[in-house]
């Protein structure tokens, strides 16, 4: 059973600000939805039928509704079973009460996976749910997607999609607006510094390369890392390199505003940095049976590191952080992170449609939960109050990223 786990369409706010790869990239992952904030592990098997004299009395129940339907529904000749199948699976889905399991239509199945991998037709932006503005906000323009070249900004408040206006509460689905057929426009209206501003942006396939990286002072190199798609391990490795060659020798992680994505890789960048055999993190599924992931290579990377968080840093970014916390690797500075402690597996059934469920809770390597709870920092720093825009902060404003600073030099 391969598993991946995602924070897409995880909503990052009591649902998970999840940054949500909107395809235009527009993720998820999550991953493994979100995950987005997006935790979630993704499985192409089958659900088994070991449980079905347990729905017995339920399946005779739905078999008298359709019988009443059938015998008595004025306009039953216009019935489309397909969606009163479609709907009663997601209303007993739904009936769990858990805003992370979810039932995905055969329809929506290949775009959620393409989100999942972080390639897809779209305009190149990840969105978060911003509960204060009410609004969805661009929290990162991919670097040279049409999204960016057209003007677009981290922070921008999405106001309108081809003329119709939309709220944080459609942070769902406002993605699947958003993208469309390669070569076609999407007509986007943000607000930016009280200012309403249009823009005509044209789809394009967007494959996702997040990371980005800089040189700082003190041979200190920073590296941004806004989601944990399909090769993120790989990016991250080379990214570090690239850093070490232009001089740095120390490294900052910044996890702010990372709401998740697969957890195989945020366990493959801890690798990367942890002695080997040294525990990353361990779960429990409803059998209370353990796993343990552990590090099974030498380190890469052995320098210092700092890892920047925020009360929107949730799922596999808070794996990597807790992993490097516990093992005393190295120092997380800023606020207390979300705490979605859980991870959501994606099982594929036989007619393409998928069922996403949370089936297992994650412990730090020191065997804390942080579900609900999150990560608390070591050095607990907060942002001025009079920064306007968290997505964007300049340098010498940063106090966060200054006090990470401060602890490298």
């Known amino acids: 059973m391969h598993k ?12 998970i600000m999840l940054v949500v790869l909107t395809a235009f990239i527009t993720f998820m992952a ?70 992370y399991t979810e039932f995905i239509p055969a329809d929506e199945m290949k775009e959620y996976t393409e989100d ?113 798609d399909s090769g993120t391990a790989n990016d991250f490795k080379t990214k570090v390199e690239e850093l070490q060659k232009q001089g740095a020798q120390k490294l900052i992680i910044d996890l702010r505003n990372n709401g998740g994505g697969i957890v195989n890789e945020a366990t493959d960048i801890a690798d990367f940095l942890l002695d080997k055999g040294k525990t990353i993190i361990s779960t429990k599924d409803n059998k209370d ?39 005393e690797r190295a120092k997380i500075v800023g606020t207390t992170t979300f705490g979605k402690g859980i991870i959501q597996t994606l099982f594929s059934l036989n007619d393409g449609s998928g069922i996403k469920i949370t089936t297992e809770e994650y412990y730090t390597p020191k065997g804390n939960t942080i579900n609900k709870i999150g990560i608390k920092p070591d050095e607990e720093v907060k942002i001025p109050d009079d920064i306007s825009n968290i997505y964007a902060v300049e340098e010498d404003k940063d106090t966060q990223l200054q006090k990470a600073i401060e602890i490298l030099k």
Request: charged letters at 30%; proline letters at 3%.
């Open 4 to 15: 991946i786990q995602m924070e897409k369409r995880n909503k990052i706010y009591r649902t």
């Open 30 to 99: 999550t991953l493994f939805g979100l995950s987005s904030h997006f935790d979630l592990k993704t499985t192409t098997s089958n659900a088994d039928n070991s449980n079905q004299e347990k729905y017995a009395n339920m399946e005779t129940y739905f078999e008298k509704v359709k019988s009443i339907i059938e015998k008595y529904y004025l306009w039953k000749d216009d019935i489309d079973e397909k969606k009163l199948e479609t709907a009663a699976i997601e209303g007993f889905v739904s009936g769990l009460g858990d805003e």
């Open 116 to 228: 999942i991998v972080g390639n897809f037709i779209g305009i190149g932006i990840y969105m978060i749910k911003d509960e204060e503005s009410n609004r969805v906000v661009v929290y990162y323009p991919i670097p040279g997607s049409p999204a960016e070249k057209a003007g677009i900004e981290a922070g921008d408040l999405i106001k309108k999609v081809d003329g119709k206006e939309y709220f944080a509460k459609d942070f769902d689905n406002i993605s699947n607006y958003i993208k469309g057929e390669e070569g076609t426009n999407v007509n986007i209206v943000v607000e930016r510094d009280g200012k309403d501003l249009t823009f005509d942006v044209k789809r394009e396939k967007i494959n996702t390369n997040p990371i980005s990286i800089k040189l700082l002072e003190n041979n200190i190199g920073y590296l941004s890392l806004p989601s944990f």
């Open 289 to 327: 049976t353990q796993d343990v992931t552990i590090s099974k290579e030498d380190p890469i990377f052995t320098m210092p590191v700092v890892v920047l968080v925020n009360h929107n840093t949730a799922s596999s970014s808070e794996i990597l952080s807790c992993s490097l916390q516990d093992n």
